[in-house]
T-cell receptor, first 112, second 117 residues
Framework: GDSVTQMEGPVTLSEEAFLTINCTYT??????LFWYVQYPGEGLQLLLK?????DKGSNKGFEATYRKETTSFHLEKGSVQVSDSAVYFC???????????FGAGTRLAVHP | NAGVTQTPKFRVLKTGQSMTLLCAQD?????MYWYRQDPGMGLRLIHY???????AKGEVPDGYNVSRLKKQNFLLGLESAAPSQTSVYFC????????????????FGPGTRLLVL
């Protein structure tokens, strides 16, 4: 069945460091792929999405490229800020009705 | 425009007690969902609804019931709470796009933290 695997956290970085959070998936067909972010004490919100192979989603300095060959959707940011501290979830639509399968989440802590 | 709201924010129950979590959305979305979030397990779908008066089971439905009597509200009930139901519960909603692929964005509420003793 469909599944999402994320790198385990927590990830701890200094401000202005480069960030990569790995995400791989197993799916039937070529679904859209999502990254959601959960800031402390809040619900999840969409960070970015890509709808087809080789698409690059981007938002708030974050980017992720849909790689069909490696079934991956890794999240990157060139220079993280303290305000990026959050939990990041990779997600995959599955079963229609906009239902999602989520990865386990990766906690990012950025220190000044 | 409040988006998705959840009531209550936090609750402590004793084993065997019952309670209802309320989710409300003001975006006129057709689809609504209840998830639970547990450490290291991401979010898991409990139940969902594709329209007023409809409900369906998700990945982890046991011990929960739901109702969607009004389009804007989706209720999650625990009839006899167990310690294994200690979790953070999130409600979400999304719109249905005619002819779409079923891959539209979900909008989440702030969550309800439930502790069952």
């Amino acid at each position: 069945g469909d599944s999402v695997t994320q790198m385990e956290g927590p990830v701890t970085l200094s401000e202005e460091a480069f960030l990569t959070i790995n995400c791989t998936y197993t799916a039937t067909g070529y679904p859209s792929l999502f990254w959601y972010v959960q800031y402390p004490g809040e619900g999840l919100q969409l960070l970015l999405k890509a709808t087809k192979a080789d698409d690059k989603g981007s938002n708030k300095g974050f980017e992720a490229t849909y790689r069909k060959e490696t079934t991956s959707f890794h999240l990157e940011k060139g220079s993280v800020q303290v305000s990026d501290s959050a939990v990041y979830f990779c997600a995959l639509p599955s079963g229609g009705y906009n239902k999602l399968i989520f990865g386990a989440g990766t906690r990012l802590a950025v220190h000044p | 425009n409040a988006g998705v709201t959840q009531t209550p924010k936090f609750r402590v129950l004793k084993t065997g007690q019952s309670m209802t979590l309320l989710c409300a959305q003001d975006m006129n979305h057709e689809y609504m969902y209840w998830y639970r979030q547990d450490p290291g397990m991401g979010l898991r779908l409990i139940h969902y609804s594709v329209g007023e008066g409809t409900t369906a089971k998700g990945e982890v439905p046991d011990g929960y019931n739901v109702s969607r009597l009004k389009k804007q509200n989706f209720l999650l009930g625990l009839e006899s709470a167990a310690p294994s139901q200690t979790s953070v519960y999130f409600c979400a909603s999304s719109y249905s796009l005619a002819g779409g692929w079923g891959e539209e964005t979900q909008y989440f509420g702030p969550g309800t933290r439930l502790l069952v003793l």
